[in-house]
Structures are given as structure tokens and as C-alpha cells.
């Protein structure tokens, strides 16, 4: 993805919100008994901010909120009271446009480094981190590459949870590097294509926009928008069970997500996706919608 926070040298001085304080960079410190340290335990969610306006808010916490009550974590403060802590770290760290939050929210620190949640009892952890990061889709495109490592079933850990405990994904992004790809493009348990490691997943094929049935998918706030602009814009759209067989002969392909918007890939497993020629014209137009969407 092309993601240049890192290289942005004002990301240096900002200040990290911590439970109501600000934390320069450089020192911002939680507990090691933290249980999103020790466990994974927690729910997180990305925000970007265009043109002083953080998009899709209340969509957004919704979704917080909704983790939050499925893994049982008590988040006694109100949606506004976490707004007002967006707004003041935006403010002390004088931003207004083209950046990135990270919301994070964890069971809190526990009085012993064991599993069991009863021993994070004295309230959660609520982290943001905000940075200066421009959305820039790379215009040469991204490559994927398939890997064996699958979508979890929901009765295990279900893979639209915004949660800490990232490491299925984190190991398909590791296997997708090391065979020399952007990202991993991830197959859900009965083998049709599912989403990348970090991102939601469509291809073009026939005319029509394809993507992921939704079941063994993150609940992508940008893709339901995808999905709506379509709709809005009589594009063809489903939502169905397709197969890599569907993927190297489709039209087109591109990824969505909060911090790149819409990504084209221009290969799966070192197939050319599309046409080098006519290029990536329904991507292209998505993108202008999506655009328009976050600028109106």
C-alpha cells in the first residue's frame, strides 16, 4: 500500500492520547501488563480526517461499540466523549486535513500476565495515535499473491472484528512478502476468494463488480461505501462466492480500505490483471465517486 506516514518528519513531534493525557512520541508508554500487550485483547478502529471533516464517524464508533459489546469489554464512555478526545488530539497536534487515526481500545491492565479477563478489572485502555499521512493510491498499482493462510470461521475468531489479535493476518502478509507480493490475498475456509491481509477485495468481471460473499470478510466501512456508489450509479454489484479461476480472467481488480481508498491490483500470483491498453476504467470511475462522496 502506499501509506507515507513514515516519512512524513512532522509524524516525529506528534503528541499519542492516553486515557485523557498526551504523550509525546517519543515517550508514550503503556503498561507491559496491558492486555492488548499480552493477549491481543482489544478492538480498534481507523479514521481519516479530509478537509477538517473525519469521515464516516459515527459509522465508525458504531462498529467500535459493536466490538466492544461481542468480546464483552465494558466501554464506559460515551461516543461523544470519544469524539471530544479525536477533536483534542487533532487540536494539540494542529492538524486539519490528510491524516490518519488509529483508535484503540483494550481490555485494560491486568493484576496477573494470564488469559483470563476477570484480571483486567480496574477499567480499559484508550489509546490514539494520530498521524499526517496522505491518501495517495499508488498509480503503478499493487501484486498480490495467494497464500495458505485462510479467513477464520467465526467460532474461532470471527474476521470481521476489528481486534488486536491480528496475527492470522499478520502471517499471510509475511507469507505474501517473502513470495515477493505487496499483500496477501486471503481465501476464506471453503477455498473461494475471500479479502487481502488488510484490505477488502473486488475484481471486475463481465461489466459487473464483484466481491466477497461478506461472510469470512472485516466489515469494511469504504467497501459497504464501494458497494452503495454502485448501486447509486446502476454498476452492477454483488456480493457472492467466486473463485481464483474468476480472478485471473476478470476485467479488473482493486482493494478498499479506510487509509489507501480504492487501490488497483494489476496482478494475483504474477497473472496481469486487465488490460494494459484500455487500463482500469471502472476502477477509475470508482475512485472519482468515492472522491466526490468524502469531498462533498
Known sequence: MSVNSDTDLRNQNIQIYINGTFQKRSEAKISVFDSGFLL????????????????????????????????????DITPEDIKIAIYETQKINKMDDAVHARLMITRGDKVKPF???????????????????????????ITLVT????????????????????????????QANKAGGDEALMLDPYGFVNTTNSCNFF????????????????????????????????????????????????????????????TQVISVDD????????????????????IDLIHG
Open 40 to 75: 491481543g485483547d482489544g478492538i480498534w478502529e481507523g479514521i481519516r480526517l479530509v478537509n477538517n471533516k473525519w469521515l464516516f464517524l459515527d459509522e465508525h464508533l458504531d462498529r467500535l461499540y459493536e466490538g466492544c459489546k461481542a468480546i464483552d469489554i465494558n466501554l
Open 115 to 141: 488469559q483470563q479477563p476477570s484480571l483486567s478489572n480496574n477499567g480499559i485502555n484508550f489509546v490514539i495515535i494520530m498521524e499526517h499521512s496522505e491518501e495517495s493510491p499508488n498509480s503503478d498499482g
Open 147 to 174: 497464500v495458505p493462510q485462510v479467513r477464520g470461521l467465526p467460532m474461532s475468531q470471527d474476521p470481521k472484528l476489528n481486534s488486536h489479535s491480528k496475527l492470522n493476518c499478520v502471517i499471510a502478509c509475511i
Open 203 to 262: 475484481i471486475v468481471k463481465n461489466n459487473q463488480v464483484w466481491t466477497s460473499s461478506g461472510d469470512y470478510c472485516m466489515n469494511g466501512i469504504t467497501r459497504s461505501k464501494i458497494i452503495l456508489l454502485c448501486k447509486q450509479n446502476n454498476i452492477e454489484v454483488y456480493e457472492k462466492n467466486f473463485s481464483l479461476t474468476d480472478v485471473y480472467s476478470a476485467q479488473e481488480a482493486f482493494i478498499t480500505g479506510t487509509l489507501g481508498s480504492l
Open 271 to 290: 497473472r496481469y490483471i486487465g488490460n494494459k491498453n484500455t487500463g482500469w476504467p471502472v476502477t477509475e470511475r470508482l475512485r472519482n465517486l468515492y
